[in-house]
């Protein structure tokens, strides 16, 4: 139990003298009780103490000059005072409501923040890997951001992949990773009640290598479309690309495992696949080989996740809502304090890979909004992948993967216009 004290001068007036009268108020920073009490003139102030354990005193006892009190914890509390507290009728009604009241406001002021902080909610958050969203979390972790916001964050790595981190939401509160997308939509497609409450997503730059026979990415109905493995990036990125062009990836082309960029453009002069996903740069290597390039545009693709579980938000949707302040918070400061932020990462990195964290830092910086933005085109792009390999996912929607409330609620919220005050550059 923590305790606000505050002292008050107070004056009575008559044509012959002015008489001053004391108190001091306390606030009971957990309960919001307010005190009231009286200082004689040159006369200590009144103490409070708690009574011993072992002590036989019953509430409400008179003890002399002392009065027993029961606390708002319900234990024994010794109030001393002067008698002249009753003289606080001498005031004049106007003067003491006036003065009282200055004085509440001053104590709601105080107390607030500190009852705040004695209401901190528990999260069990976990994480699985490392990635941007890891990063902003251990930055609004160690920064107290968090817990600014009302949270006390118990952290729970995962060495395993999402696989793994994703069944542990049975025994955690909100898990951030991200793998293979069917390590999210087969659970959902069986029954489970893990939803997407925010997510980070990279615009790179990419295009389609195509064969000569193709002017246009429909064209591309009914042929292959090599990408590195199920679930990869290159496979999200082509299931955007061929969205944008009015085809379903899981009917009207052919996806297949054709390895990583320089092979995928091997078999695309070979005639092994008649599309390729590349990006900017491995794009132009293959234009001075002749390969046609088309449509090279940014292409969103999700790079972490942040996922709870429906009956959580519908137990606490307060902590929930907690977070995702919390963590808007940890990515403004992440992005306008580098020094620190840089300060906090390196702290969980060897000294010899300094570099690799200032590299690392630089890139998740470039990548991260003022959101865990719920993009529509990356998210479909996961649930085009479940379908693909597992057709009890086939039906699932965006919709039914995430929940925007929380998200929806920051996007144009006052919160976020106070955090950028200063403009940052995102």
Same mark, same amino acid.
């Given at each position: ?28 920073? *957990? ?6 009490? &009286? ?5 200590? %102030? ?34 001393? !005072?002067?008698?002249?507290? +009753?003289? @606080? ?48 979390? !251990? ?5 107290? /951001?968090?817990?600014? &916001? ?49 997510? &980070? ?12 026979? +193709? ?14 493995? @199920? ?5 999200? +990125?082509?299931?955007?690309? /061929? ?27 070979? $005639? /092994? ?15 001075? /080989? ?19 579980? *429906? ?49 690392? !830092? ?11 933005? @719920?993009? %529509? ?24 993967? %995430? ?8 996007? $144009? ?14």
């Amino acid at each position: 139990m923590k305790f606000c004290v505050f002292n008050a001068n107070l004056s009575t007036w008559n044509l012959q003298e002015t008489t001053p009268v004391s108190f001091k108020l306390r606030a009971d920073s *957990r309960t919001g009780i307010l005190t009231a009490f &009286h200082i004689a003139p040159k006369r200590p %102030s009144p103490v409070a103490t708690n009574q011993a354990a072992d002590g036989k005193v019953d509430p409400g006892a008179v003890l002399g000059p002392c009065t027993v009190l029961t606390s708002a914890l319900g234990g024994p509390t010794i109030v001393g !005072y002067d008698l002249t507290m +009753i003289k @606080l009728q001498l005031l004049t009604r106007q003067r003491f409501l006036t003065a009282l009241c200055a004085a509440l406001i001053l104590v709601m002021n105080v107390v607030g923040p500190a009852g705040a902080a004695e209401s901190l909610k528990k999260l069990r958050l976990a994480y699985a890997g490392w990635e941007v969203g890891t990063a902003v979390a !251990y930055v609004g972790v160690d920064s107290g /951001l968090f817990k600014k &916001h009302g949270l006390e964050i118990e952290e729970l790595p995962i060495r395993d992949t999402l696989s793994a981190g994703v069944q542990s939401l049975i025994g955690v509160d909100l898990l951030i990773g991200f793998g293979n997308p069917l390590a999210l939509l087969q659970p959902l497609a069986s029954g489970s009640d893990i939803t997407v409450i925010g997510s &980070h997503v990279s615009f790179d730059q990419y295009g389609m290598g195509v064969g000569t026979a +193709i002017s246009a990415l429909k064209d591309l109905k009914g042929k292959k479309v090599g990408v590195s493995a @199920l679930g990869a990036r290159s496979d999200l +990125i082509a299931r955007v690309m /061929l969205r944008r062009a009015g085809l379903d990836p899981s009917k009207d082309v052919e996806m297949v495992a054709a390895g990583l960029a320089p092979a995928r453009a091997l078999a695309l002069s070979k $005639n /092994l696949v008649q599309g390729v996903p590349l990006n900017q740069e491995v794009a132009a290597e293959a234009q001075k /080989l002749g390969i046609k390039i088309l449509e090279m545009k940014p292409v969103p693709v999700v790079t972490d996740l942040l996922m709870t579980t *429906r009956s959580f938000i519908k137990k606490d949707e307060v902590t929930v809502r907690r977070f995702m302040q919390g963590y808007a918070a940890a990515i403004q400061y992440f992005v306008s304090k580098r020094e620190e932020s840089l300060s906090i990462l390196k702290k969980y990195f060897p000294g010899n890979q300094a570099i690799s964290v200032d590299a690392m !830092y630089d890139a998740f910086s470039a990548q991260l909004r003022p959101l865990p933005e @719920l993009n %529509s085109e990356a998210l479909q792009a996961l649930v085009d992948v479940g379908a693909a390999a597992d057709q009890r996912t086939k039906n699932l929607k965006p919709a039914d993967i %995430s929940d925007p409330r929380f998200f929806d609620e920051l996007k $144009n919220s006052q919160f976020l216009k106070d955090l950028y005050t200063e403009k940052v550059s995102l």
